[in-house]
């Protein structure tokens, strides 16, 4: 699976839409990019994932740009309880259920 | 829907002994994934099961086993535990191998003392 890149932190001031970036410029046609996050002790989890088409779902959005070498996840109005470590991953899907977690971004929402 | 169950939820184990963790995925869900979370190593894939058959294993040593049972619940065992094997462990399920959305349960926080 290709490697992305994520910065290791983020602040957002609460009610503010969050926008974590991640570059994956060696991703491959077939590879989708996943968003998951993981609240301090608990399991990573599923947020939004997505092939080449933006898209949106009740937690957030997800924006790739055309050339799919990287991606946006935006919380459109970020709460105390978003605070959590943001993990992009991108993956084959026909290729089994191993997925290769990077550092994630540490997103910190301040009141 | 019941979601990913993980049992037990703490354990203290004793270096030298073995620890098996419970897994029962959601209702319907045929893969069966096992992850490490360590601080230092961040969030490591173990196994996968499907069909109770190991499918895709991760770069852990052969202390580190599972099996997956006909009503696709899996168990994971390590054997001759060693300190640095303190982890949080996590499972997770999928309708299929491959091309569906991953669900992970809450863990199992081993500590080796």
């Known amino acids: 699976d290709a490697k992305t890149t994520q910065p290791p932190s983020m602040d957002c001031a609460e009610g503010r839409a969050a926008n974590l970036p991640c570059n994956h410029s060696?991703?491959?046609?077939?590879?989708?990019v996943y968003w998951y996050r993981q609240i301090h002790s608990q399991g990573p989890q599923y947020i939004i994932h997505g092939l080449k088409n933006n898209e949106t779902n009740e937690m957030a959005s997800l924006i790739i740009t055309e050339d799919r070498k990287s991606s946006t996840l935006i919380l459109p109005h970020a709460t105390l309880r978003d605070t959590a470590v943001y993990y992009c991953?991108?993956?084959?899907?026909?290729?089994?259920?191993?997925?290769?977690f990077g550092g994630g971004t540490r997103l910190m929402v301040k009141p | 829907k019941a979601g990913v169950t993980q049992t037990p939820r703490y354990l203290i184990k004793t270096r030298g002994q073995q620890v098996t963790l419970s897994c029962s995925p959601i209702?319907?869900?045929?893969?069966v994934s096992w992850y490490q979370q360590t601080p230092g190593q961040g969030l490591q894939f173990l196994f996968e099961y499907f069909s109770e058959t190991q499918r895709n294993k991760g770069n852990f040593p052969g202390r580190f086993s599972g099996r997956q049972f006909s009503n696709s619940r899996s168990e994971m065992n390590v054997s001759t535990l060693e300190l640095g094997d303190s982890a949080l462990y996590l499972c997770a399920s999928s309708p299929w191998t491959g091309g569906n959305t991953i669900y992970f349960g809450e863990g199992s926080w081993l500590t080796v003392v």
């Open positions: 209702s319907g869900h045929r893969s």
């Open positions: 060696t991703i491959s046609g077939n590879e989708y």
């Open positions: 991953i991108v993956r084959v899907n026909n290729a089994g259920n191993m997925l290769t």
